[in-house]
């Protein structure tokens, strides 16, 4: 992944995981200026599910078309278990760099059913690490993890669920 270009970016990954089933899933991410979630690609390759989310202009979201009238206004998605997703709010506010605490609605959806529901999360600036880069807490519900961040804004190490795997 490179740096972020004009207040956007675009990314593609994969991700597995075990529970509550084994899956395999593929994502694509594109944003717009201020890093705002635009539209949101997933495939479940191990069950044949999929779903598109998209944000239009106007703030109003929609999975597979269908419209999602509790996330209407949240400028971001967030891929359950997929720190990449943590990575947009943190840049637009500067919170790996800077001091400060926010809290965001989110489109949050869950692997690997990806159902899409509301989702109330803080982010807290903590410290800035060796690099440029900082220590951001995450907040949403009962679900609290200090994320490291390099000094482009893209999440280093989320302890438990995942960790960014760099080319030798």
């Given at each position: 992944m490179g740096r972020p270009r004009r207040g956007a970016l675009g990314a593609r990954g994969r991700a597995?995981?075990?529970?509550?089933?084994?899956?395999?899933?593929?994502?694509?991410l594109e944003t717009v200026a201020g890093f705002v979630s635009a539209r949101l690609m997933v495939s479940v390759?191990?069950?044949?599910?999929?779903?598109?989310?998209?944000r239009d202009e106007r703030g109003r979201w929609t999975a597979d078309g269908e419209r999602?009238?509790?996330v209407d206004g949240a400028l971001d998605c967030d891929l359950g278990l997929c720190p990449l997703t943590n990575t947009m709010p943190v840049l637009r506010h500067r919170l790996h760099r800077e001091r400060?605490?926010?809290e965001f609605?989110?489109?949050?959806?869950?692997?690997?059913?990806?159902?899409?529901?509301a989702s109330r999360q803080t982010y807290t600036h903590l410290a800035r690490t060796s690099g440029g880069g900082g220590r951001v807490r995450f907040v949403s519900g009962t679900f609290r993890r200090d994320l490291d961040f390099d000094a482009d804004g893209f999440?280093?190490?989320c302890p438990g669920p995942a960790r960014r795997l760099t080319p030798r």
């Open positions: 597995v995981g075990t529970t509550p089933e084994p899956y395999w899933i593929s994502y694509e390759e191990t069950a044949a599910r999929t779903l598109e989310l998209r999602l009238p509790d400060g605490s926010r609605l989110m489109a949050w959806v869950s692997v690997p059913e990806l159902t899409v529901r999440v280093l190490d």
